[in-house]
Every structure is written in C-alpha cells, then in structure tokens.
C-alpha cells in the first residue's frame, strides 16, 4: 500500500469538500435574505472550507515548514472569524439593517440602555459641576 497514493486520494476529496463549501459560502451571501444569514454564510462553511483546502495543501506537500505556516494560517482564521462575524452583527444591529423581530433575545439592545444611562448620567453630572463652577 502506497501512501503517497493514499495522502493525495485524501487531499483531493478534502480540496473538493472544501472547495463546494467555499462555494456555498459564496452563493449563501448572494441568496440569503437578511444580514444574520448572510453573516451565517460568510463565516461558518468559509471557515470549515478553508480548513478543508488547507489541510489538502498539507497533505499534499508534506514538508514540515509549510505544514506549520499552513496550522498558523489556521489558528488565525478561528481566532479572526468568530471577531470580525460579531462586529459585523453589531455594526448591522446599530445601523438597523437587521429585524429585530427575528431576535429571541435582544441582549445588545439591554446592553445600549445602560451605557446610554451611564453616559446620560455622567453628562448630567458634569452639567451640574460646570453650573456650580460658574456660580
């Protein structure tokens, strides 16, 4: 049993695999109707996609140092995804490009209230304390 045979035969259907979920990514952010979808489309099957094509280029190659750029290259990715999904989210949320009635729980919508208190708060206070100085 050969397996350099073996290791491309597996690199191939891991490039494949990878390269359909990259293309439903792709046609998920075309076709999907509202932002949480789209930003659903944009991060999961992409994510899952690259780590298939990549670990296709691993297996492919087999030299330790593009193995171990291609790992880093990993890392990165889960590490950045799961960030750039929650600021696109929130920057949609706070521009209204998302219904909220789609939402079970609006915790962001809790979470403005009471920065919006904290400031209203803060804002009267320096208010008065500049009142009395002029006095």
């Not at 494949?16 to 076709?31: M, P, S, Y």
């Not at 999907?32 to 099957?45: G, I, N, S, V």
């Not at 960030?83 to 915790?107: F, W």
Request: hydrophobic share 50%; aromatic share 4%; with cysteine.
């Amino acid at each position: 049993m050969n397996w350099g045979i073996i290791a491309d035969t597996v690199a191939a259907l891991c490039l494949l695999a990878g390269a359909f979920l990259t293309l439903a990514a792709g046609v998920g952010v075309l076709r999907f109707p509202d932002l949480l979808a789209r930003m659903h489309a944009a991060t999961k099957p992409q994510v899952l996609g690259l780590i298939l094509m990549l670990t296709a280029e691993a297996l492919r190659v087999r030299n330790w140092g593009v193995v171990g750029l291609l790992i880093l290259i990993v890392i990165f990715q889960l590490l950045t995804a799961p960030v750039s999904a929650h600021m696109v989210g929130r920057t949609g949320y706070r521009l209204g490009q998302l219904n909220k009635d789609e939402l079970e729980r609006d915790e962001l919508a809790e979470d403005a209230q009471r920065a919006s208190a904290v400031v209203h708060n803060t804002t009267t206070r320096q208010d008065a304390a500049e009142e009395d100085s002029a006095s």
